[in-house]
């Protein structure tokens, strides 16, 4: 079978052949319902750039490094498959590495992307004084950020970003458990070395207090955005004799360890125990899950960032200043709160 060339697309669209071009390498002049159809029609018939000849005009490898610290957390596969589809779709190919949490593996491997001429990163996995930031910076690749911020002022003017109202959503979900009656609340939390940790904290602590409600520093446990070490960590939370009735987790797939822990303590969820996670992940809305929650838009996020990037390969951000998207977030009521037994009405 012949390869699909933008001539066979052209024939078949009637239109021409630098439309067809300029339509699948996301160059401007191509309305966005004319873009729409080529790119469809272009999958349709089964188009496959020439990426090696591409490579050779424009000195570009054509390929993208997206780093997660643990693909098999829900949330960082959801992450991946919105920028793998945005990715493809503006024409190039995406290798996706898994840090397993080490700052020493994500130097590995943005020093090994560097060192293949990869055209740009997106990285979910930036600490505050990330060294790694200074080496990006500093061997001047393009990268993007996603669901991470850098809070120094000084520092994050400069970086493209993609991230979520981390405060906002933490702030709605410290509130709605204050307004179902619980006083007595342990926060569950991430790596607060993590912008998302660090907001996520603040925004639930500014809404306790508004109800006087202040934190026992026993119910506040750090433990990274790990299933198992949330698991851990509620097992000492839930053992103490003066344990919380209510418990706001920092990650829906920290939140499923939680759940484990309190089934494990004899505990029913939300009867016993009153959870609140963030995320949304797809399993969250399971019967029997049914776990209230913040949306994070991991999949939109995935896509705006991987967007943002190849704007920035091809020069199209020509203002000097960086590109910062920050998406909205809403709170998931389901039963996991135990809203229908404090006689709380959505």
């Known amino acids: 079978m012949n390869r699909i060339t933008i001539k066979d697309i052209a024939r078949q669209l009637e239109v021409s052949t630098t439309t067809i071009s300029n339509a699948l390498n996301d160059k401007p002049g191509v309305g966005m319902v004319v873009r729409e159809k080529i790119v469809k029609m272009a999958r349709k018939m089964g188009y496959q750039p020439n990426y090696f000849a591409k490579g050779l005009v424009s000195r570009q490898s054509f390929a993208i490094g997206l780093i997660v610290s643990n693909i098999a957390d829900p949330f960082n596969s959801e992450l991946a498959l919105g920028a793998q589809e945005k990715i493809n779709d503006l024409g190039y190919n995406m290798m996706l590495f898994n840090t397993k949490h080490s700052n020493e593996n994500e130097k590995r491997i943005i020093e090994m992307l560097i060192s293949r001429g990869t055209d740009g990163i997106v990285l979910s996995t930036a600490l505050q004084d ?66 998302n940790a ?4 603040q925004g639930s602590n500014d809404a306790f207090a508004e109800f006087g409600i202040s934190i026992r520093p026993d119910l506040f446990v750090e433990c990274g955005f790990s299933r198992r070490k949330a698991f851990q960590a509620a097992q000492g939370i839930l053992a103490k004799k003066n344990r919380p009735t209510a418990l706001l987790i920092q990650g829906d797939n920290m939140a499923l360890g939680v759940r484990e822990a309190a089934y494990k303590a004899s ?75 404090r006689g709380y009405v959505r």
């Open 198 to 201: 660090i907001l996520l904290t």
């Open 130 to 195: 990330d060294p790694n930031i200074d080496l990006l910076n500093e061997m001047q690749i393009p990268y993007v950020l996603v669901n991470r911020l850098i809070l120094n002022p000084k520092k994050a003017g400069r970086i493209d970003s993609v991230s979520v109202d981390s405060y906002g959503g933490s702030y709605k979900a410290a509130t709605h458990l204050c307004r179902l009656g619980h006083t007595k609340i342990g926060i569950i939390a991430g790596d607060m070395q993590a912008s």
């Open 267 to 341: 505990l029913k969820i939300p009867e016993d125990l009153a959870i609140i996670g963030c995320d949304d992940i797809s399993i969250s809305s399971l019967a029997g899950i049914e776990l209230t929650t913040v949306t994070q838009n991991q999949y939109k996020m995935g896509m705006a960032s991987a967007q943002m990037l190849i704007n920035k390969i091809k020069g199209q951000n020509q203002s000097g200043s960086s590109s910062k998207i920050v998406m909205e977030t809403e709170l998931i009521i389901r039963n996991s709160c135990g809203f229908n037994l």
